[in-house]
C-alpha cells in the first residue's frame, strides 16, 4: 500500500532534549516535505526536499533540520526544542518537482509533539 | 504571508444539502489543490485545478478558479455525514516552481444525518 509513515506519532518531551521524528515514503517519490500545523495558523511549510541531498527551507524553518540521504526517508530533528515548537506535524511526499509538478502531495498521519 | 483564507470558517449543513466554501489567496499561482483532514488524521488530497482552468469535477466535487479575483470555491453536492472534516486550499504559487505549497486556515464542515 502506497503511503507516508512518521514515528513516533505522539511524543512528549522537555526543552532542550534533542529528537528526531522520522519520515518514510514506499511511492519513490522525489519530493518531500515537512509542515508544522497549529491552531488558527492552518499548515505552515518547514521545510522541503527536491531530491537526494537537495534540501530548502520553507516559510518556518527556524529551529529545525532536515537530512535526505536517501529517497525514501525524510527526518525531521529538534536540535534543542522549545515550547513553542509544540504542535501537530506532517511529513508529505509528491511525485516530481518544478513547475511541471502539479501533483497532489501524500501526508502522513502526522506527529503531535509536546515540549515541556 | 502568501496563506491562502477559507470562508467561512465552520459550516454547519443537514445531509442531502450542498456546501460551498471559498479560498481567496494572494499571488500569481501555478495551480490550486484543494485537501480534506479528518479529525486527527493527515491531509487527503481532493482535487488540483491548474492556473489555466475554470472549473474541475470529481465525483460530488466541484472546484472552480477566478484568477482575476484571486479566489477558488469548492462545491460539495448531496453531502453525507461522511464528508464531516475540514477543508483546507493550497496554493502553489508560480514564482516558487511549485515547490511551496501555502494552506489556508481550514473551513469545518460538519454535515448533520
Known amino acids: 500500500e502506497a503511503q507516508v509513515t512518521q514515528n513516533p506519532r505522539y511524543l512528549i518531551t522537555v526543552t532542550g532534549k534533542k529528537l528526531t521524528v522520522t519520515c518514510s515514503q514506499n511511492m519513490n517519490h522525489e519530493y518531500m516535505s515537512w509542515y508544522r500545523q497549529d491552531p488558527g495558523l492552518g499548515l505552515r511549510q518547514i521545510y522541503y526536499?527536491?531530491?537526494?541531498?537537495?534540501?530548502d527551507k520553507g516559510d518556518v524553518p527556524e529551529g529545525y533540520k532536515v537530512s535526505r540521504k536517501e529517497k525514501r526517508n525524510f527526518p525531521l530533528i529538534l536540535e534543542s526544542p522549545s515550547p513553542n515548537q509544540t504542535s501537530l506535524y506532517f511529513c508529505a511526499s509528491r511525485k516530481g518537482v518544478g513547475l511541471r509538478a502539479g501533483q497532489p502531495q501524500h501526508f502522513g498521519d502526522g506527529t503531535r509533539l509536546s515540549i515541556l | 504571508s502568501q496563506q491562502g483564507e477559507e470562508d467561512p470558517q465552520a459550516l454547519s449543513i443537514q445531509e442531502g444539502e450542498n456546501a460551498t466554501m471559498n479560498c481567496s489567496y494572494k499571488?500569481?499561482?501555478?495551480?490550486l489543490q484543494w485537501y480534506r483532514q479528518n479529525s486527527g488524521r493527515g491531509l487527503v488530497h481532493l482535487i488540483l485545478i491548474r492556473s489555466n482552468e475554470r472549473e474541475k469535477h470529481s465525483g460530488r466535487l466541484r472546484v472552480t478558479l477566478d484568477t482575476s479575483k484571486k479566489s477558488s470555491s469548492l462545491l460539495i453536492t448531496a453531502s453525507r455525514a461522511a464528508d464531516t472534516a475540514s477543508y483546507f486550499c493550497?496554493?502553489?504559487?508560480?514564482?516558487?516552481?511549485?515547490?511551496?505549497?501555502?494552506f489556508g486556515t481550514g473551513t469545518r464542515l460538519t454535515v448533520i444525518p
Open positions: 499571488t500569481s499561482i501555478n495551480n
Open positions: 493550497a496554493t502553489a504559487p508560480y514564482q516558487t516552481g511549485a515547490n511551496n505549497l501555502f
Open positions: 526536499s527536491m531530491n537526494v541531498e537537495v534540501t
